[in-house]
């Protein structure tokens, strides 16, 4: 079974910085893409932050040039390096992976969430 666990949130003051972390375990054959959502409060989900394989990262209009995301694909982690944040990015931060792993006897490509952790950036 695979699963993602997050680190990294917190509190943290206007300007500060934060790094999230999130690795993902169990029988993990490929690793086709990871990346970061976030969800503030009343706010649908919405994309940070994601690397495909073989592509360029992807940003979030509002977070280019402060956020910068990255993997390792050994340890099946993937980062974002959050700087100057703002209380604009207050929120749930939730890792996503798209995955092929075996599963259920099986090889099944799946797209797996993380628990979400909070990121709170005081004005």
């Known amino acids: 079974q695979v699963q993602l666990v997050e680190s990294g949130g917190g509190l943290v003051q206007a300007g500060g910085s934060l790094r999230l972390s999130c690795t993902a375990s169990?029988?993990?054959?490929?690793?086709?893409?990871m990346g970061w959502y976030r969800q503030a409060p009343g706010k649908t989900r919405e994309l940070v932050a994601a690397i495909t394989t073989g592509s360029s990262p992807n940003y979030a209009d509002s977070v280019k040039g402060r956020f910068t995301i990255s993997r390792d694909d050994a340890k099946n982690t993937v980062y974002l390096q959050m700087n100057s944040l703002q209380f604009e990015d207050t929120a749930v931060y939730y890792c996503?992976?798209?995955?092929?792993?075996?599963?259920?006897?099986?090889?099944?490509?799946?797209?797996?969430w993380g628990q979400g952790t909070q990121v709170t950036v005081s004005s």
């Open positions: 996503n992976a798209d995955l092929t792993a075996a599963v259920g006897g099986g090889i099944s490509r799946l797209v797996y």
């Open positions: 169990g029988r993990i054959l490929h690793n086709n893409a």
